[in-house]
Nanobody
């Protein structure tokens, strides 16, 4: 089992940047595929980016390719989401997700709100 705590959200102007962090505790972080999801008001939760256990493979939603970068520091049990060139359509609650590579069970953090507005 793993516990996830996100941080780094906030209010940012269009064109700005934010870096989200998700700190994990409770289990072997290296065994988990990590991902960021987001949910905007009135919309379904959607995958933003994912990263393999070693960090060598990443995947992005088309809407964020070239603007967002997911990374992880296994020594710190933390996954990051660097978000650049933010626009109002990126406004959402961003949640961290962990799935053990031998399981289908996912764990979720509480989320962090990102608001892009002038």
């Amino acid at each position: 089992q793993v516990q996830l705590v996100e941080s780094g959200g906030g209010l940012v102007q269009p064109g700005g940047s934010l870096r989200l962090s998700c700190a994990a505790s409770g289990s072997n972080f290296n065994a988990y595929v990590m991902a960021w999801y987001r949910q905007a008001p009135g919309k379904q939760r959607a995958l933003v980016a994912s990263i393999s256990q070693s960090g060598t493979r990443t995947n992005y939603a088309d809407s964020v390719k070239g603007r967002f970068t997911i990374s992880r520091d296994n020594a710190k049990s933390t996954v990051y989401l660097q978000m650049n060139s933010l626009n109002p359509e990126d406004t959402a609650d961003y949640c961290c997700n962990a799935v053990h590579y031998l399981s289908t069970q996912g764990y979720w953090g509480q989320g962090t709100q990102v608001t892009v507005s002038s």
